[in-house]
């Protein structure tokens, strides 16, 4: 089956450390994004990719990095610059950049800084 | 930053009702879409309308939109208790998508 996935479900990240969440697609899709979304708020968008190896900051880019070296990869790194990294984060994909034919979404992964 | 705001925050309804969510925006757009997200789970695409499009249907989902009141409203009708899920309006101009605050609905049995 075509989707997205998202790894891990959950990650407890400790002060000052690096992670990288994954997410990866099978769908052939040149799109892909990664929102983080806080408790009842709605998805802010942190980089986005259009293309292999390019990427574009999106709104709250700061204190995140991200790569894209293959088509169906496009892991996101929270970096110990990043202050509250406590959300709900979601990879996105879609056809290409425009959104006209919708975005398919991953389960998510929740990153707890303890 | 986000371009809609659903309306209500939240909505509380018994099933076989119908459930009506609203959602305002600031500026133009060249299409508007609705997605649902249950709990800890990622987002569904639900349906598409286009700004050029006043009306849409996809089974029980209605969805209108008014280019002049920059409004869009989603109708669930004969609602079931598995439709309980947050429910996000998005708004699309020259491939920027926003998302809004989402409404979050319970449907009870």
């Known amino acids: 089956d075509g989707g997205i996935t998202q790894s891990p479900k959950y990650l407890f990240r400790k002060e000052g450390q690096n992670v990288t969440l994954s997410c990866e697609q099978n769908?052939?899709?040149?799109?892909m994004y990664w929102y983080r979304q806080d408790p009842g708020q709605g998805l802010r968008l942190i980089y986005y990719?259009?293309?292999?190896?390019?990427?574009q900051k999106g709104d709250i880019a700061e204190g995140y990095s991200v790569s894209r070296e293959k088509k169906e990869s496009f892991p996101l790194t929270v970096t110990s610059a990043q202050k509250n990294p406590t959300a709900f984060y979601l990879c996105a994909s879609s056809i290409r950049v425009s959104a006209f034919y919708g975005y398919t979404f991953g389960s998510g992964t929740r990153l707890t800084v303890v | 930053s986000q371009q809609g705001e659903e309306d209500p925050q939240a909505l509380s309804i018994q099933e076989g009702e119908n459930a009506t969510m609203n959602c305002s925006y600031k500026t133009s757009i060249n299409n508007l879409q609705w997605y649902r997200q249950n709990s800890g789970r990622g987002l569904v695409h639900l349906i598409l309308?286009?700004?050029?499009?006043r009306e849409k249907h996809s089974g029980r989902l209605r969805v209108t939109l008014d280019t002049s009141k920059k409004s869009s409203s989603l109708l669930i009708t004969a609602s079931r208790a598995a439709d309980t899920a947050s429910y996000f309006c998005?708004?699309?101009?020259?491939?920027?998508?926003?998302f809004g605050a989402g409404t979050r609905l319970t449907v009870k049995p």
């Open positions: 769908l052939n899709h040149d799109a």
């Open positions: 998005a708004t699309e101009d020259n491939n920027d998508m926003r």
């Open positions: 309308i286009r700004s050029n499009e």
């Open positions: 990719s259009q293309i292999v190896n390019d990427f």
